[in-house]
């Protein structure tokens, strides 16, 4: 990840609600000692925790619907999920994927860059965030 103007990763936001999940995750001993787990809490432990109410619209959170485009112009639509909710056929990304972790509290406008699989790099641009529904009826009520 990184931000263009510094070099650095950019800054991120996560709810209480999703830093205190994520942590319950974490401490799971099915993902304590995955990498992944560990890429993700480092993640959390640079993130800024925020009430839901505070949280901007465009934040991606856990359930966030994220547009993104990557350095060819190919428009990606997926959505962050917890581990047991991934499902590739729908676009459902894990958390701790490493492309979930990456993008979780990122807002418009950042990128983020991680390796492929297969070798390589994948530049992606968050170009727009959906909240899920029950997300924002929360926030709301």
Known sequence: ????????????????????????????????????????QQELLRARVVPAADMPDDV????????????DGVRRTLTLVYPHEADADTHRVSVLAPVGSALLGLSVGQSIDWPRPGGGTLHLEV???????????AVRG
């Not at 965030?129 to 997300?135: G, H, Y």
């Open 1 to 40: 990840m990184s931000n263009p103007h510094s070099g650095l990763p950019p800054s991120l936001l996560i709810t209480e609600r999703d830093a205190a999940r994520l942590d319950a995750l974490l401490e799971n001993d099915t993902w304590r000692d995955q990498p992944a787990a560990k890429a993700l």
């Open 60 to 71: 991606v959170r856990m359930h966030s619907q994220v547009d993104s485009v990557d350095a």
């Open 127 to 137: 170009v727009a965030v959906t909240a899920a529904v029950d997300t924002a009826a």
